[in-house]
């Protein structure tokens, strides 16, 4: 029977990183991925020369998280094209941001201010609250709410103002603010998704850990109250109804990577206490779903508003009433497309009930269609169009009061000794990608029972 120190169960961003880390660290470390390749929502896809990613677009990470994590690891993630603008459309036409929310300056300074002179732990004590609630406490005026609750639209896949918390928000604010001096930022990784990935791949395996693909755990072993293992098989049937048990590799710490929507699936039943299962069913909940419905799309000219760099989003369009965003991701990484050639990609914030309902769909992304040809002339003239849902899997979970930070599962399982938890539905802050390597990271330091001082700057749990 294989012995491990650390059974890696899933190979997306937080798996990996885990695993990365963990292996640097000394341990004896095996990650175990169902697919044949390493990245979980991340996944780029070819189609007709073009490379669509399934999960990633930009990350959002100033610095102090998964891009300083890569440099522990003795790798690195380049920082390629920064998205620069911002122009939203509204009344009928693009404009510059600041055209669209006018707060008053000193008002809004002061509450920026605020929030970067708070510390990140403050914000734990504002999972409970929605974003507005605390800003009308700073008595913020109109044009700064307004502000502040147009991007917590667009980031936590939120379109009701009750629906933004104010933890999450106010903790992206805060690092974009103070690390990058900027209220938004995010950056296109020079090579793009894959290289991160392989990095992660090299790290694992340069120190003496080991990568199996294609390779599903069907169980958690739990007894006594401790971790032993796992259970995995071939993710791969020779026959449709093939029985195999599989192989038992053995370890005292386990950790799942597995979203709340899967993860009671491996962990037997019972050995959990009934309030954590109950908080991850919770969560779980289809209405929590971060989703939205998009279109890819292939042009020989980009599908810009204003400048090619751009993130371009609205509060509503004419026909669909919903809120999205959308940029030409070969601006950021010309290889994503042929030469000449461009990629588009776009998304619609909706209800995960809405995406069920068959009849909405297929009038959506005909309002979808119809709106984009208006609000960008050359989007007439595409190649082609892929429309396509974010379900399942979802983006992940909306950032709402009440679903955030400490009202997550923890990632330190109760009443187990040696079962961990990272995943970016479980507790953590940020934005996905970002979000869950911050979650791996304190993972990670609560298996290894210290902080490591490299991270001094870097915000986690
Ligand atoms: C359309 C879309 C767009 C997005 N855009 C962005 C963006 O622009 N920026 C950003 O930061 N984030 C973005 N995200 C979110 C981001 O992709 C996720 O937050 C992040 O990838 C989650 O990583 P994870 O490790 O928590 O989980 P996952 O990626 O879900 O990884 C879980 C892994 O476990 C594996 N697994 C499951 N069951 C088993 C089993 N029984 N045995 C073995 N392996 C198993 C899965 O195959 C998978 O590899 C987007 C997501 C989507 C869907």
């Known amino acids: 029977m294989a012995t491990y120190d650390v059974i890696v169960v899933g190979g997306g961003v937080g798996g990996c990183i885990a695993a990365a880390l963990l292996s640097k660290l000394g341990r004896r470390v095996i990650l175990l991925e169902k697919y044949p390749q390493l990245g979980g929502r991340v996944h780029p896809v070819d189609y007709q020369g073009y490379t669509l990613d399934l999960g990633a677009h930009l990350i959002e990470d100033t610095g102090s998280g998964i891009c300083r994590i890569y440099e ?60 507005r609630a605390w800003l009308l406490e700073r008595n913020a005026d109109q044009g700064t709410i307004d502000f502040f609750e147009f991007l917590a639209a667009l980031e936590q896949i939120t379109d009701q103002w009750f629906d933004h918390s104010a933890s999450e928000n106010l903790y992206v604010r805060k690092m974009h603010y103070e690390e990058k001096g900027m209220a938004g930022y995010s950056f296109w990784p020079k090579g793009g998704y894959e290289n991160l990935f392989n990095q992660l791949k090299e790290a694992i395996e340069e120190n003496s850990g080991e990568v199996r693909t294609e390779t599903e755990v069907s169980q958690v072993l739990v007894e006594d109250g401790k971790v032993l293992g796992v259970v995995a098989r071939p993710a791969k049937r020779d026959v449709v109804n093939e029985y195999s048990y599989g192989e038992v590799l053995e370890a005292s710490v386990v950790i799942s990577n597995l979203p709340v929507w899967s993860v009671l699936n491996i962990i037997p039943q019972g050995a959990l206490p009934s309030w954590y299962v109950d908080i991850i069913r919770s969560v779980a909940s289809e209405k929590n779903k971060a989703c939205w419905i998009g279109i890819y799309a292939g042009s020989e000219e980009p599908i810009i508003a204003k400048s090619e760099k751009e993130l371009c989003a609205w ?27 461009h990629l588009f990609v776009c998304g619609f914030s909706c209800k995960a009930e809405e995406i069920r309902d068959k009849a909405w769909l297929r009038n959506m992304f005909h309002n979808i269609e119809a709106d984009l040809e208006d609000m960008f002339p050359s989007f007439k003239r595409t190649l082609w169009r892929k429309k396509h849902t974010v ?22 399982a109760p009443n187990v000794d040696g079962l961990y938890f990272v995943s970016d539905t479980f507790r953590g802050r940020g934005i996905g990608i970002d979000k869950v390597s911050r979650t791996a990271l304190s993972c990670v330091e609560r298996i290894q029972g210290e902080k490591i001082p490299f991270f001094d700057k870097t915000w986690r749990y």
Do not use: C, M
């Open 72 to 131: 522990f690891l003795g790798k690195k993630i380049e920082v390629g094209a920064v998205s620069d603008a911002l122009p939203v459309f509204a009344d009928g036409k693009w404009k510059h941001i600041g055209e669209v929310f006018r707060g008053n300056k000193s008002t809004f300074k002061s509450v920026i201010k605020e929030l970067v002179s708070s510390d990140y732990s403050e914000f734990d004590g504002y999972d409970h609250l929605p974003l």
């Open 391 to 412: 379900l399942e899997p979802a983006f992940g979970l909306q950032g709402k009061p009440g679903v955030v930070g400490r009202f997550r599962p923890d990632f330190v």
């Open 315 to 341: 509060i509503e369009t004419p026909r669909t009433g919903l809120p999205g965003f959308s940029f030409t991701v070969s601006n950021y990484d010309d290889s994503v497309a042929p030469d000449g050639k």
